[in-house]
């Protein structure tokens, strides 16, 4: 059964840091592009960051994390990590980490499997 599970969304005022988790189970998160999505209130879900399948996996940022989101995968724990660093009030949203054939932060649909997301705050 493919799963994957996010954690590591906290409460945290504006410059702060987290490390948001995605661990994947019933599949190898090597074989697969990861991505990672936010769905703020009101707003529509939009693409962060994502990276690649295979060894020395490429990755995508959106403009708006540039220099303060990082992506990376632990492949013998079978998980993928988005380091966000210098938060702002705007980064809040639910985050979710998605699988699919390749990577790429303009559209969910291209996207197979989901998490349920996890709540990051950032306010002071």
């Known amino acids: 059964q493919v799963q994957l599970v996010e954690s590591g969304g906290d409460l945290v005022q504006p410059g702060g840091s987290l490390r948001l988790s995605c661990a994947a189970s019933?599949?190898?998160?090597?074989?697969?592009?990861i991505g990672w999505f936010r769905q703020a209130p009101g707003k529509e879900r939009e693409g962060v960051s994502c990276?690649?399948?295979?060894?020395?996996?490429?990755?995508i940022h959106r403009n708006s994390v540039l220099g303060r989101l990082t992506v990376s995968r632990d492949d013998r724990r079978n998980t993928v990590y988005l380091q966000m660093n210098n938060l702002k009030p705007e980064d809040t949203a639910v985050y979710y980490c998605?699988?699919?054939?390749?990577?790429?932060?303009?559209?969910?649909?291209?996207?197979?499997?989901w998490g349920q997301g996890t709540q990051v705050t950032v306010s002071s």
């Open positions: 998605a699988a699919g054939p390749g990577c790429t932060i303009s559209t969910a649909g291209a996207y197979n499997y």
């Open positions: 019933g599949f190898t998160v090597s074989d697969y592009a």
């Open positions: 990276i690649a399948s295979g060894a020395g996996a490429s990755t």
